[in-house]
């Protein structure tokens, strides 16, 4: 039983230890939104089916720049476009931005993966989801 026990413990230190280990330069890159969506009063919206995108570069010299497209905002008969030049930062596994756009994105504590940033933050009872993955 001793040895099942220190196997089950190897294996759990093993799983939970994260290989990837984010610097500036393996962060930066180009990354898209593959999920999006926002969840309130118990019901989801998918934002990219709704046609939204969600496009970023961010460089090594700490700017970003991009896009936030979401169709239907504020009114069904327009569209909300937004212009995400600014700066980003990374802390440990955390991406911050800085930008002048009044979005969530500035707002959101990214957390940083393989190829990905996913940011999951809730405003005023409304939880807003995204996974950008770097292309």
């Known amino acids: 039983m001793k040895r099942i026990s220190s196997l089950l413990a190897v294996a759990t230190i093993v799983a939970c230890s994260d290989a990837f280990k984010p610097t500036i330069d393996n ?62 930062s990374l802390t440990g596994k955390t991406v911050r931005f800085t930008q002048g756009a009044d979005t969530f994105i500035r707002d959101v504590d990214w957390v940083v993966g393989e190829n990905r940033l996913s940011g999951d933050e809730t405003f005023g009872g409304v939880r807003v989801r995204v996974v950008l993955t770097k292309q």
């Open 27 to 88: 962060v930066s890159g180009m990354y898209s939104a593959q999920t999006f969506t926002s969840d309130s009063a118990g019901t989801t919206k998918n934002w990219i089916t709704a046609g939204a995108t969600l496009d970023l570069a961010l460089t090594p010299g700490g700017v970003v720049t991009g896009q936030l497209v979401m169709p239907g905002v504020p009114s069904d008969t327009t569209t909300f476009v937004a212009l995400l030049d600014g700066t980003w």
